[in-house]
């Protein structure tokens, strides 16, 4: 048979097997209307579509595809897209290896981020159940080139919408997945795999599940009754919730004697003028940290100590932080 005709799909359905004693291994056809396009016949039968061109002298070949996956037609919108870029003087076949080179999401997760993330970060198992749940089956195929803002953004709407199985997540739960991928993209961008972080540009919701409810002095009793029933309890469990309540806190922060003022507060302490023997602690919250804190250690008696001292206090914003 001639090996160059104008292919038709049934034409590529009716050619004929290789020769089974041919000693190629594949029959090629060639397209007289499409310069470049070949399809090859195995000896099993199975075709498939082949470009050929030289590019500065070395001959070139990309595969694109098996028929009937791949037609006629889509065959040759591909050459045609691939001579165009010769026409520019780019090699398809060298910017096609270029592209595989480059990793996906997944592979740049798990074989790139999450190696380095385990040096630098303590809660880097919770990166890889963010990544896993709600990342990865969404853009883990992706090549890393290929992210664009709108993925990042629909994996932003999907989690912020509820579904039949859930409810919509919380603000604080989708920032931290976003935060996952606009770290990723920090890092894709120092390796020079991408020129820009696309996640970058999404935008961090506001989160509006703070907590604003304390303790008052009858639950804050009651709690710790519990805790003093519950005697297998690791006494630095026992102690810690009281060390951290919003009871104990704002008692004594009502307890600043004037004129001085508290200027901050976090659940680890605050910041005041004042001295320790200007601050009230006689509250009853106060007192029942002391009754426990007695039965921890029989010497305890002072419930609050001077952490550091600020030399030259000027500001803060919202989330500052001190030193001495």
Request: hydrophobic letters at 35%.
């Amino acid at each position: 048979m001639s090996k160059k005709f104008n292919p038709t799909n049934d034409r590529i359905r009716s050619l004929p097997a290789n020769d089974k004693s041919s000693s190629s291994t594949e029959l090629e056809v060639t397209d007289t209307e499409l310069t470049g396009l070949k399809c090859l016949s195995g000896k099993s039968g199975n075709k498939r579509f082949l470009l050929r061109y030289t590019f500065n002298g070395r001959k070139r070949s990309i595969n694109l595809g098996r028929f009937p996956d791949i037609d006629v037609a889509a065959a040759r919108k591909a050459i045609r897209s691939y001579r165009a870029m010769l026409a520019k003087g780019r090699d398809p076949k060298g910017e096609q290896e270029v592209q595989q080179q480059i990793p996906t999401v997944s592979e740049f997760f798990w074989h790139t981020f999450l190696p380095l993330q385990k040096k630098h970060k303590k809660t880097w198992k919770s990166d890889i159940e963010r990544f896993k749940l709600h990342i990865e089956p969404l853009i883990g195929h992706l090549r890393y080139t290929d992210l664009k803002t709108t993925h990042v953004q629909q994996i932003q709407l999907k989690l912020n919408e509820p579904t039949k199985d859930r409810p919509a997540y919380a603000n604080a739960t989708c920032n931290r997945v976003l935060a996952v991928l606009k770290s990723m993209g920090q890092f894709a961008v120092r390796f020079d795999i991408v020129p820009v972080n696309e996640a970058m540009k999404i935008k961090l919701l506001k989160e509006d599940n703070v907590r604003t409810r304390f303790l008052d002095a009858g639950k804050m009793k009651a709690l710790i009754r519990e805790a003093l029933a519950y005697k297998r309890t690791p006494k630095s469990m026992r102690l810690s919730p009281f060390r951290r309540s919003g009871t104990r806190n704002s008692e004594m922060l009502n307890g600043i004697e004037e004129p001085y003022r508290a200027v901050s507060v976090t659940t680890d302490g605050f910041l005041t003028n004042a001295p320790l023997n200007r601050i009230r602690m006689d509250g009853p919250a106060c007192q029942y940290f002391r009754e426990l804190y007695r039965h921890i250690d029989t010497q305890g008696e002072d419930i609050l100590e001077k952490k550091s001292r600020l030399s030259d206090y000027r500001g803060q914003n919202s989330l500052a932080g001190y030193s001495s």
